[in-house]
T-cell receptor, first 113, second 115 residues
Framework: GDSVTQMEGPVTLSEEAFLTINCTYT??????LFWYVQYPGEGLQLLLK?????DKGSNKGFEATYRKETTSFHLEKGSVQVSDSAVYFCALSGGGSQGNLIFGKGTKLSVKP | EAGVAQSPRYKIIEKRQSVAFWCNPI?????LYWYQQILGQGPKLLIQFQNNGVVDDSQLPKDRFSAERLKGVDSTLKIQPAKLEDSAVYLCASSPSGVQYNEQFFGPGTRLTVL
């Protein structure tokens, strides 16, 4: 079945460092890909998405490109801030699905000043 | 615009007891999802409703879990009887319709502890 594998955490970075969180997927058909974020004490919220191959999703300085050839959707940010500390989840919605999401295990990011 | 509401936020029960969770989705959202998130893992779909009909309940442990969405608006998820392994955060989400590219909007979750 469909699945998502993302980088194990936790990840600890200094402010202004470059961030990459790796995400790869297995899916039949043409899934949509998402990054959701969970800030401390808050609910899950959409960070960015891409719905077809070579699409780039971006939001709040974060970017991810839908790479069908490598089945990847890595999350990147050029300069992280303390306020980016959160748990990040990669997810897919499969081509044959009714919109339900399949999530990775999540990666906890801590940014130190 | 009001977000997805869930209650209670926290619940502690003993094994073999029953518990119910409530969710009110964003107004006008036809699709409602219940997910289970065990500590250290990503959320896993339990059941999906489109209006008041069930679209997918293939991962719902039907011997102990039940859910309904009367009138196609709010929803309840029940566990009876609870087991230790049911300790998790139960998330409700809604979206305008059940298509794969739609954003899902999540509630704050209900944290269940089974002792």
């Amino acid at each position: 079945g469909d699945s998502v594998t993302q980088m194990e955490g936790p990840v600890t970075l200094s402010e202004e460092a470059f961030l990459t969180i790796n995400c790869t997927y297995t899916a039949t058909g043409y899934p949509s890909l998402f990054w959701y974020v969970q800030y401390p004490g808050e609910g899950l919220q959409l960070l960015l998405k891409a719905t077809k191959a070579d699409d780039k999703g971006s939001n709040k300085g974060f970017e991810a490109t839908y790479r069908k050839e490598t089945t990847s959707f890595h999350l990147e940010k050029g300069s992280v801030q303390v306020s980016d500390s959160a748990v990040y989840f990669c997810a897919l919605s499969g081509g044959g699905s009714q919109g339900n999401l399949i999530f990775g295990k999540g990666t906890k990011l801590s940014v130190k000043p | 615009e009001a977000g997805v509401a869930q209650s209670p936020r926290y619940k502690i029960i003993e094994k073999r007891q029953s518990v119910a969770f409530w969710c009110n989705p964003i107004s006008g959202h036809a699709t409602l999802y219940w997910y289970q998130q065990i500590l250290g893992q990503g959320p896993k779909l339990l059941i999906q409703f489109q209006n008041n009909g069930v679209v997918d309940d293939s991962q719902l442990p039907k011997d102990r879990f039940s859910a309904e969405r009367l009138k196609g608006v709010d929803s309840t998820l029940k566990i009876q009887p609870a087991k230790l392994e049911d300790s998790a955060v139960y998330l409700c989400a809604s979206s305008p319709s059940g298509v794969q590219y739609n954003e899902q909007f999540f509630g704050p979750g209900t944290r269940l502890t089974v002792l």
